[in-house]
């Protein structure tokens, strides 16, 4: 059965289209702007020709478009956006409507409509189509999750997240939903949206797709430290028996190499604090086992090249599962894909 596998980063979209009579290396792959990117982009050329702008769609990734909205309403231009589009920049929808939003249903009739959403697939399948390429019926979705905190640091919440699925088992399988928690707004939104699409949906957080897909990594021997250095966040855990039994994340731009250096140092030696990493604006740490020593450390992610060559991490094995970087998220959704299959059938 073939899987469209789809990793929505801050900076790209990579999409791998597995099936299972061709070679992994030689696989249908895509690497195209993240659909944050891409409706930054729509804001930014409405702002250009002075038009107002309503946001219309699911809950979807901040960033770039968050970004746009401030400067669109910096520039005197109206923003409108629906309840669910309105939550892309914050839970909390007072504090967005005291950005200058403005929350309704219908738009006004001379506001442009952008739609809002960490999939398009009409437009995956208008690309796959002009190449006689069908979609699959399956498909896995990876994005950041921040979950639902409308009165909490978002960054609290997504820790307490990830040490949910480690204290489950950390294998991949407590990483991957077909039905998300409820409070992990933005794969809910899009396993709502595979469904009114009438497809069947896996839905993972970045980080861990990306750890598990570079652990596949025949390089990698285990226990591990493997580590996603995303555009926006970095992501650093330990490996052991295909478990994730510790990790800590980070925002990418705030880790100097000496700061990786020392949070690595302690993740591995078991006796870093959550609030350690908390304070210096990281999101935290969970450690539920640290081995007694680390075989391997494995790099992957956009960024990976940065601290590879500042000597942080001397020792470290840039990661290509399949012979492509790009695609490693993709390959831990279809890791996980395989697995839930496995246990589902």
Known sequence: MPLLAIDVGAGTQDLLLFQEDVALEGSIKLVLPSPTVIVAGRIERARARGRDIFLQGPTMGGGASTAAIRWHLSAGLKVYATPAAAATINDNLERVAALGVRIQEEPPEDAEVIFTGDIDIPAIERALGQFDISLPKEVAVAVQ???????????????????????AGGNIEAFAYRTPPQAMTRMISCCNYLREMDLSGLLMDTGPAAIFGAALDPRCMQPAMVINFGNGHTVASILCEDRITGLFEHHTGQLTPEKLRLFVDKLCHGDLENSEVFEDGGHGAYIEEAPDEIRSVVVTGPRRHTFIESGALPEAIAAAPGGDMMITGCIGLLEAWTRKEDLWR
């Open 145 to 167: 999750d921040h979950g639902y905190s409308p009165t909490r640091s978002n960054r609290l919440v997504r820790i307490e997240h990830m040490s949910e699925a480690i204290r």
